[in-house]
């Protein structure tokens, strides 16, 4: 079973920001947090992943709360393109595989 | 595009067939997993390879093997295909496996069980 919690879908206006929650209340120490996406029946695409810290690459921005028993993906000028279902996954050390549940559907309204 | 290269795209076969899809993992890396995406299941862990060695299974089917070789290229085996095996296949690799390193998708097969 997928440790993580995520609304089943969300709209954003497109060039807002789009805020995606993920609930993980279990997470463990060493276990890090990781965002897919997939567009239609395209492959998972990587997106970001953190442990403590909050990160940004070129795509998005990570943040989880001190506790760690939640994080936000941040797109920050959603585009038609970024619609999509996006993955919130926890990895654990002994986790090699990535276990998926059912994912955020984002839209982004024009 | 993510350097996992699968081939073949698509795939049509009839029930009682094999066939064998195949991924070349990114330059660099020596893990490949193989993932199942079907309408009602979902994305679900089959299995994964290390460096040559079988290193994590997941709901595999006994119909169903792999093998990662030497070049690190690997390839998933479906035998005794039934309607219920149609679905996407995915491949994903990484450098080691370690859970601070991501997995890196291909764009999959799809299969198609007349």
């Known amino acids: 079973d997928a440790k993580t919690t995520q609304p089943t879908s969300m709209d954003c206006a497109e060039g807002r920001a789009a805020n995606l929650p993920c609930n993980h209340s279990t997470i463990s120490g060493n276990e890090y947090v990781y965002w897919y996406r997939q567009i239609h029946s395209q492959g998972p695409q990587y997106i970001i992943h953190g442990l403590k810290n909050n990160e940004t690459n070129e795509m998005a921005s990570l943040i989880i709360t001190e506790d760690r028993k939640s994080s936000t993906l941040i797109l920050p000028h959603a585009t038609l393109r970024d619609t999509a279902v996006y993955y919130c996954i926890v990895r654990g050390n002994r986790d090699d595989k990535i276990i998926f549940g059912k994912g955020t559907r984002l839209h982004i309204l024009p | ?114």
């Open chain 2, 1 to 114: 595009d993510s350097g996992v290269t699968q081939t073949p795209k698509h795939l049509i076969t009839a029930t009682g067939q094999r066939v064998t899809l195949r991924c070349s993992p990114r330059s660099g890396d020596l893990s490949v997993y193989w993932y199942q995406q079907s309408l009602d299941q979902g994305l679900q862990f089959l299995i994964q390879y290390y460096n040559g060695e079988e290193r994590a299974k997941g709901n595999i089917l006994e119909r169903f093997s792999a093998q990662q070789f030497p070049d690190l290229h690997s390839e998933l085996n479906l035998s005794s295909l039934e309607l219920g095996d149609s679905a996407l296949y995915f491949c994903a690799s990484s450098v080691t496996g370690a859970n601070n390193q991501p997995q890196h998708f291909g764009d999959g097969t799809r299969l198609s069980i007349l």
